[in-house]
């Protein structure tokens, strides 16, 4: 099927696995909308990188979370290129909470991995899917292991992460047979995130059987392997290296 000219859409694609998506599928060929929420430097430097090859791209303002804000980001992203083909729903966020810790996990921070994590991702799904349904789309929802295991940097994460596995697995069923709905869930990528945390990582990459954590390039190239497979739909592909084998 190929990239040539098809608009797409990646949330939270300034930084780590959506930043390397969205050069990856513009090397492609693919027109790229980069959504972020706070991350407005690297949304736009993400975006300059794309059009110093000769690609094309836009870095737009949007807090998935608000529904208004969504819609109004994808009117804006039809405005500029048309249509919208693909959607990658990679934009989270995360507490850094000890799993053990239940009195220290707060209703603020259950609200705002829910809003951010699941209803960003269904907010999204559900402003383009006119759109990716005339062109026979796709969606990948971007989770994690912490979904599958249950430990995370936190309880409310997570679970944050099941649901995006479950939102996957529902949005499937509800658009279907125009739209294709997949779930990518990563172990470890290396990440701001591990910033700081670099002996940390090393021990966890000593207890992987494949002895290495994941790169957002890998990832990139994982969702963008998925959204052209047109077999594939309500499943959850797992990119860990062994760690939940």
């Known amino acids: 099927m190929g990239y040539l000219n098809k608009v797409v859409l990646v949330t939270g694609g300034g930084t780590g696995i959506g930043r390397a998506t969205a050069m990856l599928l513009a090397e492609r060929g693919a027109i790229v909308a980069i959504n972020y929420s706070r991350s407005a430097v690297e949304a736009e430097e993400t975006a300059q990188a794309i059009r110093q090859f000769g690609g094309r791209a836009m870095a737009i303002q949007a807090d998935v979370a608000r529904n208004a804000e969504v819609v109004s980001m994808i009117e804006q992203i039809v405005k ?11 934009a989270s966020i995360t507490r850094y ?20 994590n699941v209803k960003g991702m269904f907010n999204c799904a559900r402003a383009a899917a006119p759109y990716l349904k005339a062109g026979k789309g796709a969606i990948v929802n971007v989770g994690s292991i912490a979904g599958i295991t249950g430990k995370g940097s936190s309880l409310p994460y997570a679970v944050s992460k099941a649901a995006v596995h479950g939102l996957t697995k529902s949005l499937a069923h509800a658009l279907a047979p125009d739209i294709r709905v997949t779930g990518v869930a990563p172990g470890a990528v290396d990440t701001r995130w591990w910033a700081g945390k670099e ?5 966890l990459i000593r207890h992987l059987p494949l002895d290495r954590i994941s790169t957002p390039e890998e990832i990139a190239a994982l ?17 860990d290296n062994g760690q939940t084998m």
Request: net charge negative.
């Open 80 to 90: 500029s290129f048309g249509t919208i083909h693909y959607l990658v729903n990679n």
């Open 97 to 116: 909470i000890a799993m053990d810790d239940l009195e220290a996990v707060t209703e603020e921070a259950w609200d705002d991995l829910f809003a951010v």
């Open 199 to 203: 002996e940390q990582m090393r021990a």
């Open 223 to 239: 969702i963008a392997a998925v959204l052209e497979q047109p077999s594939l739909t309500g499943q959850i592909v797992t990119v």
